[in-house]
């Protein structure tokens, strides 16, 4: 698992010993780096990880599609994923250019040829280009730098360029640090969904197992919940585990707060399918995918990624959901 908000959960879990009561262990290793490397991680070694969460950018651009299998979704982080600018910078002069996106800020004018900081085939990524699409703009226009989000907010304390894309924990530091945000993924219309993903042999051959790790997490989600402020001393200790930094509360609320979770009956909601017709997730996946075609074609990325390999998700399934039903009653008894 990342080392995000859907980690955290799954951290929360675990502490709290729901995969024990179930008569299971979950082996979680938290990682702090981006959704492609965990996809790539499994495309060389398939015994890296059983399953996992990324959000769709990742899924769709390194997974060679057969191997995996969506069975859950994990967060939505569209409201924490973010383009930050300079508080000086006259893009915030401009806001609502375009009238579709009235809480949107900057020009034609004051991006082209601008330097943004963003790491590479990943959903801030994905943001970006959703931005500049919304002033008839693409990569070709400005000049993009591959940076993860820390190193981002450094490059930019220390004088260079003009703006970075980033998704939480990076957008706190940014904010923090005096930078403006002129949209997030959810004020362009964008979402940033992030899925439960499982090895698809795994996932078929120990169906109980994964349904009883959906059943642990969909109880942290609950958890949120039922009051996302009483996780705050949970999350601090998350955090100071996998970073030694000392989180504030601060940051924890606004975490928390700002990534959406989903109850069971909202996931079996999304993920229904009635005849031929396609679930909400399968269609959520597609369009993202969609989206993506065209701005892989502006990029000048060197990663082994083509439009020719990005495809939408075929092996999408609330079969697991269904399963742990009964055991997420179980955890509750």
């Given amino acids: 698992m990342l080392l995000e908000h859907e980690g955290f959960l799954t951290w929360y879990a675990k502490e709290n010993g729901w995969d024990k009561k179930l008569g299971f262990e979950i082996d979680l290793n938290i990682c ?10 499994h495309n060389a070694d398939p015994e890296s990880w059983n399953i996992t969460s990324v959000s769709s950018t990742p899924l769709i651009t390194a997974n060679n599609n057969s191997s995996f299998e969506i069975i859950g979704l994990a967060n939505d ?18 806001r609502g250019w375009n009238a579709d996106y009235p809480n949107v800020y900057g020009s034609p004018e004051t991006i082209k040829g601008k330097t943004f900081y963003v790491k590479r085939m990943t959903s801030s990524e994905y943001v970006l280009a959703k931005w500049l699409e919304i002033f008839d703009m693409d990569f070709s226009d400005i000049v993009l730098i591959d940076k993860p989000g820390m190193d981002s907010v450094e ?4 004088g260079s360029g003009e703006g970075m894309a980033l998704w939480s924990p990076a957008t706190f530091d940014a904010e923090k640090e005096g930078y403006k945000s002129v949209t ?6 964008t979402e940033i969904p992030l899925m439960i993903v499982a090895d698809k042999d795994y996932a078929q051959n120990n169906e109980e197992l994964v349904a009883k790790f959906l059943a642990v997490y969909l109880q942290a989600v ?16 998350f ?9 504030p509360e601060e940051f924890c609320l606004y975490d928390l707060r700002n990534h959406s979770v ?10 229904a399918t009635k005849g031929h017709r396609k679930s909400i997730i399968k269609k959520l996946e597609k369009n993202i995918t969609s989206s993506m075609v065209l701005f892989l074609n502006d990029s000048s ?3 082994k990624c083509t439009t020719q390999k990005v495809k939408s998700p075929r092996n999408i399934s609330d079969k697991y959901l269904k399963l742990a039903e009964p055991y997420l009653k179980k955890l509750n008894d």
């Fill in 77 to 94: 982080e569209s409201p924490t994923t973010q383009v930050f600018v300079r508080p000086n910078s006259n893009i915030l002069k401009h």
């Fill in 301 to 303: 990325s060197e990663e």
């Fill in 262 to 271: 989903f109850d069971l009956n909202k996931q079996l909601e999304l993920f």
């Fill in 222 to 237: 609950n958890s949120q919940q039922d009051g996302y402020k009483k996780l705050v001393k949970a999350y601090q200790r």
């Fill in 32 to 41: 702090d780096i981006s959704g492609v490397e965990i996809m790539n991680q």
């Fill in 155 to 158: 490059a930019m304390n220390k």
């Fill in 184 to 189: 997030s993924a959810r004020i362009a219309e």
């Fill in 239 to 247: 955090l100071k585990q996998y970073t030694d930094k000392d989180y």
